[in-house]
C-alpha cells in the first residue's frame, strides 16, 4: 500500500478515535513532525514528509488541531472539516492563480 494511502488511512482513523484526536492536540506540536510521532505511535511506517505531501500547507497542522477542537465540541464533523481541506488543495492545484475562487488563502 502506498504512503499517501497509510496518510489517509490514518486521517481517517483520527476521525473515528477520540483518543487519537486528544493526542493530536496541543501540546502536540502543530507540525509534521508533532503528528507523525503520533501516527508512528499508532503503527503507521508514515513520516513528515508523507503527510506534508498529502496536505501539503504547514497550516493544516494548527487547523487541524482547531478542527479536532470544534470536532470533539460537536461544532463540525472533523471528517467534514478533512474533505473540505482536499476540496480547497484540489481547486488550488487546478488553479493556483486565482484568488476569484475558493484558495488555501480564503479557507485559513
Same mark, same amino acid.
Given at each position: 500500500?502506498?504512503?499517501?494511502?497509510?496518510?489517509?488511512?490514518?486521517?481517517?482513523?483520527?476521525?473515528? $478515535?477520540? &483518543?487519537?484526536? !486528544?493526542?493530536?492536540?496541543?501540546?502536540?506540536?502543530?507540525?509534521?513532525?508533532?503528528?507523525?510521532? %503520533? *501516527?508512528?505511535?499508532?503503527?503507521?511506517?508514515? $513520516?513528515? &514528509?508523507?503527510? !506534508?505531501?498529502?496536505?501539503?500547507?504547514?497550516?493544516?497542522?494548527?487547523?487541524?488541531?482547531?478542527? %479536532? *477542537?470544534?470536532?470533539?465540541?460537536?461544532?463540525?464533523?472533523? &471528517?467534514?472539516?478533512?474533505?473540505?481541506?482536499?476540496?480547497?488543495?484540489?481547486?488550488?492545484?487546478?488553479?493556483?492563480?486565482?484568488?476569484?475562487?475558493?484558495?488555501?488563502?480564503?479557507?485559513?
Amino acid at each position: 500500500m502506498s504512503r499517501r494511502n497509510d496518510v489517509i488511512r490514518f486521517f481517517q482513523q483520527v476521525c473515528d $478515535d477520540p &483518543a487519537l484526536q !486528544d493526542q493530536l492536540k496541543p501540546p502536540c506540536e502543530a507540525t509534521r513532525h508533532g503528528f507523525a510521532r %503520533i *501516527a508512528q505511535a499508532s503503527g503507521y511506517s508514515i $513520516d513528515g &514528509a508523507d503527510i !506534508d505531501n498529502y496536505v501539503r500547507f504547514v497550516q493544516f497542522y494548527g487547523e487541524c488541531q482547531q478542527a %479536532i *477542537a470544534r470536532h470533539q465540541d460537536g461544532q463540525e464533523p472533523l &471528517a467534514r472539516w478533512l474533505n473540505d481541506w482536499q476540496k480547497h488543495l484540489k481547486r488550488f492545484e487546478e488553479n493556483p492563480l486565482d484568488d476569484r475562487h475558493d484558495t488555501i488563502k480564503r479557507f485559513l
